[in-house]
T-cell receptor
Framework: NAGVMQNPRHLVRRRGQEARLRCSPM?????VYWYRQLPEEGLKFMVY????????ESGMPKERFSAEFPKEGPSILRIQQVVRGDSAAYFC??????????????FGPGTRLTVT | QKEVEQDPGPLSVPEGAIVSLNCTYS??????FMWYRQYSRKGPELLMY????GNKEDGRFTAQVDKSSKYISLFIRDSQPSDSATYLC?????????FGKGTRLHILP
């Protein structure tokens, strides 16, 4: 059973460009979470999605950031007009369990975004 | 006061020693308590989770939760160089998971 997959692993964007991060959950998991990790910082919750629904986006900036988890295909975290402060590691996690408490979350390897 | 406090370290101990990692928290609604291990430039890996208070043991790892003191611990026995990583405590109630900043652990051969 393949784990959570994220691509690309590394992404370099210039200021003002769009960044698109993809996450394929583990087989059988229908709950996806996105986190951001800055150097020397813990993981910060961004958004929790189920298929075709955003359940909780309270940790995601209201501007420039959006997320989706379509019926078919991976979950996508989109950052428009990136700025240097968006440089971070972005992790996706999936869970078979309902609810953002989701103690049984399995993480992907992350996408490291660098904005130049 | 932050919801979850965790000493960032680094913590260096000799191989074979017992390691003690700790977190404190302020939200009494937390019910699930987790420990994740994260190697450099990798995703976090769930080590153990505990529901409510008490102890849980898995091989060389023991997790303890004291809800009355709002204090959780992870003990690693017979520590190995391969245990060198960042350890993140995490906790949740009915809502999202809140993570500590992580403690960097170095096991010295």
């Amino acid at each position: 059973n393949a784990g959570v997959m994220q691509n690309p692993r590394h992404l370099v964007r210039r200021r003002g460009q769009e960044a698109r991060l993809r996450c394929s959950p583990m087989k059988g998991h229908s709950h996806v979470y996105w986190y951001r990790q800055l150097p020397e910082e813990g993981l910060k919750f961004m958004v929790y999605l189920q298929k075709e629904n955003i359940i909780d986006e309270s940790g995601m900036p209201k501007e420039r950031f959006s997320a989706e988890f379509p019926k078919e295909g991976p979950s996508i975290l989109r950052i428009q007009q990136v700025v240097r402060g968006d440089s971070a590691a972005y992790f996706c996690a999936s869970s078979p369990l309902k609810g953002a408490g989701g103690y049984e979350q399995y993480f992907g390897p992350g996408t490291r975004l660098t904005v130049t | 006061q932050k919801e979850v406090e965790q000493d960032p370290g680094p913590l260096s101990v000799p191989e074979g020693a017992i390691v003690s990692l700790n977190c404190t928290y302020s939200n009494s609604a937390f019910q699930y308590f987790m420990w994740y291990r994260q190697y450099s430039r990798k995703g976090p890996e769930l080590l153990m989770y505990t529901y409510s208070s008490g102890n849980k043991e898995d091989g060389r790892f023991t997790a303890q939760v004291d809800k009355s003191s709002k204090y959780i611990s992870l003990f690693i026995r017979d520590s190995q160089p391969s245990d060198s990583a960042t350890y993140l405590c995490a906790m949740s109630g009915d809502d999202k998971i809140i993570f500590g900043k992580g403690t960097r652990l170095h096991i010295l051969p």
